[in-house]
């Protein structure tokens, strides 16, 4: 299955600023998907990325705040926009293998202070 | 919403097989039975997964049940490196169909 790199692995950011979540998969895969987990909680999917399409999005998810970049078909980018400290979460990136499963990173563990 | 229903919690002594439970009982004919595992906030691991017949893989076996309205997970010899939260997830075996991640259930192996 697909391997999956993922970065930055952690970041402490200040409230009001944004972070670039960087995903890159070893091969060429057409589905990608972004995840949150906050504290104590499971995985909730905040948007689908295709290539050569805008990424589509989950109840409660929007473009301005979680805009998303799918550039070719082994990489892709999450930002949190402004960031409060209700953005703390894990951010996972995921990809759909030939197989039907997923393979996921290793996951971005955001702090806002 | 998840369609599966999982213990939030179990126990399991080292070196014991360890069953995990799970029903969904609304599974439909061409959902599969998916088994991911999540150790201490790492990206969730792929463990196995079946559509009607037993599943074995050198991590676990699956074994669902006739009326497929329910599986269980079983790890042959559970290790301390096996405590994890463990979901399991229905999905049809359609491209692009995400995963819905229920809130699975945590397993501690002790020593």
């Known amino acids: 299955s697909a391997v999956i790199s993922q970065k930055p692995s952690r970041d402490i950011c200040q409230r009001g600023t944004s972070l670039t979540i960087q995903c890159q998969v070893d091969?060429?895969?057409?589905?990608m998907f972004w995840y949150r987990q906050q504290p104590g909680q499971s995985l909730t999917l905040i948007a689908t990325a295709n290539q050569g399409s805008e990424a589509t999005y989950e109840s409660g998810f929007v473009i301005d705040k979680f805009p998303i970049s799918r550039p070719n078909l082994t990489f892709s980018t999450l930002t949190v926009s402004n960031m409060s400290p209700e953005d703390s979460s894990i951010y996972l990136c995921?990809?759909?293998?030939?197989?039907?499963?997923?393979?996921f990173g290793s996951g971005t563990r955001l702090t806002v202070v | 919403d998840a369609k599966t229903t999982q213990p939030p919690s179990m126990d399991c002594a080292e070196g014991r097989a360890a069953n995990l439970p799970c029903n969904h009982s609304t599974i439909s004919g061409n959902e599969y039975v998916y088994w991911y595992r999540q150790i201490h906030s790492q990206g969730p691991q792929y463990i196995i997964h079946?559509?009607?017949n037993n599943e074995t893989n050198e991590m676990a076996s699956l074994i669902i049940t006739e009326d497929r309205k329910s599986s269980t997970l079983i790890l042959p010899h559970a290790t301390l490196r096996d405590t994890a939260v463990y979901y399991c997830i229905v999905r049809p075996d359609n491209y692009g169909q995400n995963f819905v991640f229920g809130p699975g259930t945590r397993l501690s192996v002790l020593p």
């Open positions: 995921s990809a759909q293998g030939d197989w039907g499963g997923y393979t």
């Open positions: 079946g559509l009607k």
């Open positions: 091969s060429q895969v057409t589905m």
